[in-house]
């Protein structure tokens, strides 16, 4: 049932979990809806199966807006979103690795000290942090990664020494692999004897891999361009093997699949070079990933798992605007890197036949930190989670089960490294810091080109009356004022017993 997000008040039950609102109505439909679910399947546990695409924008599947409108259409992922729910205000990180470590700790940035990609080689990553997998993997779930990772390539941070039983993919991220193999982008290293002898002697992993829980990783291939084409036919490929596997199972699983497009460079594969209407390697590249959750969904439904399983698609950040054609579409202001809403507003579908009520569509907060909780709550493993460190994410089980469930999260809050920048309640995005796109002072309007700025009464936009985030509204309503500020203010207090972390910094 909507209720008032602006008016309506949380709870906090510990110190260390984000207050979070308690929709009676909903707790009761979702709980009814979940004991049911086990009383039918001998107290089964849900699968969960996550696909997080890299760099894919807000507005690039058919069912947000894209599609057939640019060029690339997507009619798995918009079948996908009309048996569950869509959201509209589904939220990432900035970028890549703070986004994905966020996802499987349900801690912001600043808690689990990732605040931007590490690259090439660079040290640094999820070591030391609790993650979904480990947990589920507690409670009994096969737990399988695939495909991209980008949490640190030291040891410790592998995924098969933080919850994974198996990994294939690769170690970091997209471009690293080819783009000094690329005469278009490299000249001065691909011609150079001296430069390519410098790059391959960098400490940084040249191939993809395969790992086993505990075990010393392997490589089982070094990533040229023709190969990196193939990735995601590769990678998907395996995952469809580990889902056939896993049907004649008994044990619940955690399939956390991680593509490697869209993000920069795109190479498409061979069987959709040239297919996407718009021919260009970027929407090329999209459609191939439609086939591809359109391959998974298939065969979770030939397997008779597709009523047991949680679908979540989603990307890890908006439009990378910076290698533009080369990148997505958003309606949103700025990119990739920023905390407009660009850079973070990002595509979420939601799938569980029978569990999801079909159709839905909602504009409710959810931060890909959620899945943590909710995934947790939903193995009946919820009092598992840390209690040591601070848990931003929140249980949005509710959410999803209730036929027309509200969100539970009250605060969006925007981090841009180690700088507050944002929070968002209801309509309203209440600002103090953001990275600038304007054209006078960013020769190539994106996330990471521009300056920071900081707004010494700040800035306040009306999502819905304005989401390319123009005009500040905030003389007009001054009224909300404190409201906000008192929500920026109590989060922040959160960091005195419960300190920041940096481990790769802005
Ligand atoms: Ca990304």
């Not at 260390?16 to 909903?26: K, M």
């Not at 198996?166 to 490299?186: A, H, I, Q």
Request: with cysteine.
């Amino acid at each position: 049932m909507a209720t008032d997000t602006i008016t309506t008040k949380t709870v906090r039950v510990a110190d260390h979990r984000e207050p979070a609102f308690q929709h009676v109505d909903d707790i009761a439909a979702a709980d009814e809806r979940i004991a049911a679910y086990r009383a039918r399947h001998g107290g089964r546990k849900p699968n969960v199966l996550v696909v997080l695409m890299d760099d894919v924008g807000w507005g690039d599947f058919g069912c947000y807006g894209g599609g057939v409108a640019v060029g690339a259409p997507t009619p798995h992922i918009d079948r996908l979103a009309t048996a569950g729910l869509r959201l509209t205000s589904c939220y990432s990180e900035p970028s890549c690795t703070p986004s994905r470590a966020s996802l499987l700790t349900g801690r912001l940035p600043m808690r689990h000290g990732l605040q931007r990609p590490p690259m090439y080689g660079e040290k640094g990553g999820l070591q030391g942090e609790v993650t979904l997998a480990e947990l589920l993997s507690t409670a009994g779930y096969v737990t399988q990664a695939v495909g991209k990772w980008h949490l640190g390539e030291n040891v410790e941070s592998q995924p098969q020494h933080v919850g994974f039983d198996d990994f294939y993919g690769f170690l970091s991220v997209s471009d690293m692999y080819t783009e000094w193999r690329d005469p278009y982008f490299f000249p001065e290293i691909v011609y150079s004897e001296e430069r390519t002898k410098w790059i391959e002697n960098q400490p940084f992993n040249k191939c993809f891999v395969h790992a086993t829980r505990g075990a010393a990783l392997e490589n089982v291939e070094e990533v040229t361009i023709p190969v990196l084409s193939r990735l995601d036919d590769m990678w998907a490929t395996y995952s469809i093997a580990f889902l056939r596997r896993m049907a004649a199972e008994a044990q619940p699983w955690l399939l956390y699949h991680c593509t490697r497009g869209a993000h920069f460079d795109n190479y498409p594969h061979e069987r959709f070079l040239g297919k996407s209407p718009a021919k260009h390697p970027y929407k090329d590249t999209l459609i191939e990933l439609d086939d591809i959750v359109g391959r998974l969904v298939e065969t979770l439904r030939a397997t008779g798992q597709l009523d047991h399983t949680l679908v979540f698609v989603s990307s890890d950040n908006g439009p990378e605007m910076e290698t533009w054609p080369d990148a997505a579409y958003s309606p949103f202001r700025c990119a990739k890197g920023s905390t407009w809403e660009g850079g973070q507003r990002v595509p979420g579908i939601l799938a569980w036949p029978g569990m999801i009520e079909p159709g839905r569509a909602s504009d409710g907060l959810f931060s890909q930190m959620d899945l943590f909780p909710t995934a947790l709550a939903l193995a009946g493993a919820d009092d598992t989670a840390p209690e040591d460190r601070y848990i931003d994410g929140v249980d949005q089980s509710s959410f999803l089960l209730a036929p027309d469930g509200a969100s539970n999260r009250k605060y969006l809050y925007y981090w841009l490294g180690r700088t507050f920048s944002a929070l968002r309640v209801g309509e309203y995005k209440f600002m103090m810091a953001s990275i600038s796109d304007d054209d006078r002072d960013v020769l190539n309007p994106g996330g990471f080109t521009g300056v920071s700025q900081k707004y010494p009464y700040g800035r306040l936009y009306n999502l819905y009356l304005d989401p390319k985030e123009t005009r500040s509204y905030l003389i007009r309503k001054l009224a909300y004022l404190e409201s906000f500020q008192s929500g920026a203010r109590n989060h922040l207090a959160t960091f005195k017993k419960y300190p920041p972390k940096v481990v790769v910094g802005l």
